[in-house]
């Protein structure tokens, strides 16, 4: 008699069981998820027979942090529950920020307007329109006073969504809780940081990659320094997926960003595990639940491995990826808007199983408008149950072991690395931007899903089917014309009460500096100490950085 | 227009919003549908989009604003076209625009408001049905 292993019984019942059903009708010829692979009907110890327990899962908290960034999990703390906010007035966001609170969220995090995020004075021709209308309008230090005023930030966390600016809107952070008597020591919080990603998919460049990188590998230098528990990048692929990636794409052009922020941060001269532990990620959740849940789980553990093995980390803390994530605003239908809370109770449900270190879920509301405060509570609510009362967060990692999930997490993991090696073959992160591949591979994956959507092979309920004629009726947040008026009169006051010798002599100091190679921190925290505006110190950097542009392929 | 000529569309982002991901997919369904398309790029200001139009010369212009600035940019946008006497092409926007804001954008000629969920054909048809020339 032949000896059969366990796997080959399983295989010939498995072909059995195939055969015994011949004429399997089912409702499509494949199914495939958000990032085409190919999902079997069944799934069996003989998908994941080359798995290795201690060496591919291993326990949570623990390399390669598979099941987990922390050993309890939720069991310890839940997540950060951190609704992205921000419109109007500094006053008006504040207001909003109070608001949340109250009601039990537990981390501030900030929407800025758009002549904020590109660096633009409200006072500019280019903001007509802008100010205010997609998060708060911030030009100078006084806007930052009003936005956390009656807020303790030794007591919170805030997360600010800036990029290109992002040294600047820090600096303005660490002075503003100075003036509440704290010290950059006891801060806490993130900025976005993420320069990479606005290159390849949001578009809220201002400099050049080389220039840009600078000033990301500065704040990294100085927050080791002097805000040791700041999370300096929030490495991002929540926007890579809202322009049309595919999930894979998302996982493997996201921790591509990450390593290349890892290895400037090497060039300089830093030591890996002193700036590592303060780099984190930001994901998105979108609507194939699994597909979602594998893919944080992947990321986790190719972090690990790169960081450990590539590039010789050493604390755990280096190698341990943590995250926050925001369920897909790109999923959301402005046809029968209240479907969204479904989608987002789904969506955030991912993220908790995947493991997320803080979550933000979209309002209902979001494809038609900035949320209004019922559609933000009910999307606070939702995690607030999904925590509270799913009963989810009583162990950790609670799809471990499934045959399914373990084979699309280690799926995901060998596509991710086949786009590293394609990456790597067009010299990096930054020649690849140049070459567009990233653009290319997105505006490919967008339009290919779109396609789907059209052909009907995707459904979107009450989009493509069950459609209504019925007109939209929820109540929309409507961002006051009066805002931007305000915003330019107080901008123009504050140039007229400041010391504006000071203020030229700072943003001169600034340029000088900014053609050598110190760390520019220092100058921009001068600069915002005697009110610059966030316009002046970028018009300042530009004079000697110059400006991006990009092809405008499609 | 000749039936031999392809229509000439104009894609463009006004404004500071880098939302591309919608104006990059139509300008595709646009060109896949035979159409000769031109996209502009993001963070295009008013005199810009009607430089290109003097250019270009399209017989319609697609705006994608999903920032809420449309109430500003639009109105100017279409001055500005008056002010070169251009007056025979198809101005659309869409994007996010909320139902209210319409029979204001209307009335300074903007035509579509296609949002999200759209089908690609259905701006295709569109366009091909209220050309001016």
Redesign the interface.
């Known amino acids: 008699m032949v000896f059969m292993t366990e796997f080959d019984k399983i295989k010939e019942d498995m072909e059995e069981w195939q055969n015994s059903y011949p004429n399997k009708k089912e409702r499509r010829k494949s199914f495939r998820n958000l990032s085409n692979i190919d999902v079997k009907r069944l799934y069996t110890p003989n998908d994941v027979k080359e798995l290795n327990y201690e060496l591919d899962l291993g326990f949570p908290g623990q390399y390669p942090f598979t099941r987990g960034a922390y050993p309890n999990m939720y069991r310890g703390r839940l997540w950060t529950m951190r609704q992205f906010a921000g419109f109007g007035t500094a006053e008006q966001t504040n207001n909003r920020y109070k608001f949340l609170i109250e009601h039990g969220q537990t981390g501030l995090s900030v929407a800025f307007s758009?002549?904020t995020?590109?660096g633009?004075e409200a006072t500019d021709?280019?903001?007509?329109?802008?100010i205010g209308?997609?998060g708060v309008a911030i030009d100078t230090l006084k806007d930052m006073e009003i936005l956390f005023d009656g807020i303790d930030l030794s007591k919170i966390s805030t997360s600010m969504t800036i990029n290109a600016p992002a040294s600047i809107l820090l600096a303005m952070y660490i002075v503003t809780a100075e003036k509440q008597g704290h010290s950059p020591e006891q801060l806490r919080g993130t900025i976005q940081n993420d320069i990479l990603k606005e290159y390849i998919a949001?578009?809220?460049w201002i400099f050049p990659p080389e220039p840009s990188m600078r000033l990301i590998v500065d704040t990294i230098e100085y927050c080791t320094k002097y805000v040791p528990q700041w999370y300096t990048i929030s490495i991002s692929g929540y926007h890579i997926r809202?322009?049309?990636s595919t999930a894979v794409q998302e996982l493997a052009f996201t921790l591509a960003d990450g390593l290349a922020y890892v290895e400037a941060g090497i060039e300089r001269g830093l030591n890996v595990d002193d700036f590592a532990p303060r780099l984190s990620f930001f994901f998105n959740s979108h609507n194939n639940f699994f597909e979602e849940i594998c893919k944080y789980r992947a990321a986790r553990r190719i972090w690990a491995k790169h960081m450990k093995n590539k590039y010789g980390a050493k604390k755990p803390e280096s190698l341990r990826l943590r995250f926050h994530t925001q369920t897909a605003g790109?999923s959301?239908?402005?046809?029968e808007p209240e479907n969204n809370i479904v989608r987002v109770t789904l969506q955030g449900l991912a993220a908790v199983l995947g493991g997320t270190q803080s979550l933000h879920t979209n309002s209902f509301d979001e494809?038609?408008?900035?949320p209004t405060e019922n559609a933000v509570k009910i999307a606070l609510r939702t995690q607030q149950i999904i925590a509270q009362e799913s009963g989810v967060t009583d162990t950790v990692d609670p799809l471990a072991g499934s045959y399914y999930v373990e084979w699309l997490t280690n799926k995901m993991e060998e596509e991710a690395e086949n786009y590293f090696q394609q990456i790597n073959d067009l010299g990096g992160v930054i020649p690849a931007i140049k070459a567009n591949f990233f653009q290319k591979e997105i505006?490919n994956a967008?339009?290919k899903y779109?396609q789907e959507i059209?052909n009907r092979e995707r459904t979107?309920v009450a989009?493509?089917q069950y459609q209504q004629k019925e007109?939209?009726t929820v109540p929309?947040l409507?961002?006051d014309?009066e805002v931007a008026k305000e915003q330019v009169n107080t901008l123009n006051i504050i140039k007229q009460e400041r010391d504006n010798d000071k203020v030229q002599e700072n943003l001169l100091k600034l340029k000088e500096a900014a053609k050598g190679t110190e760390n520019l921190m220092p100058y921009i925290m001068d600069a915002i100490r005697v009110y610059a505006s966030i316009g002046e110190i970028i018009n300042t950097l530009k004079e000697v950085f110059g400006t991006y542009h990009?092809?405008?392929i499609? | 227009m000749p039936e031999d000529r392809k229509i000439k569309v104009l894609v463009c982002k006004p404004g500071l919003d880098g939302h591309d991901r919608g104006a990059k997919v139509l300008a595709r369904a646009l060109r896949d549908a035979g159409m000769e398309v031109i996209y502009t790029g993001i963070h295009q200001t008013p005199d810009d989009i009607v430089n290109t139009v003097v250019q270009e010369d399209p017989d319609a212009v697609m705006l994608s604003i999903l920032s809420g600035a449309h109430n500003a940019l639009c109105p100017v946008i279409m001055e500005k076209l008056e002010e070169q006497g251009i007056d025979d092409v198809l101005v659309a926007v869409g994007g996010i625009i909320p139902d209210e804001d319409k029979p204001f954008l209307e009335k300074k000629g903007l035509k579509g408001f296609y949002g999200p969920g759209t089908d690609l054909s259905t701006i295709v048809e569109f366009v091909k049905n209220n050309l001016k020339r």
């Open positions: 758009l002549h995020i590109y633009i021709q280019k903001a007509l329109g802008e209308k997609e949001q578009k809220s809202e322009a049309g790109v959301l239908t402005a046809q494809a038609l408008c900035l505006a967008s339009y779109q059209e979107i989009v493509n007109p939209c929309l409507k961002i014309e990009e092809d405008s499609f």
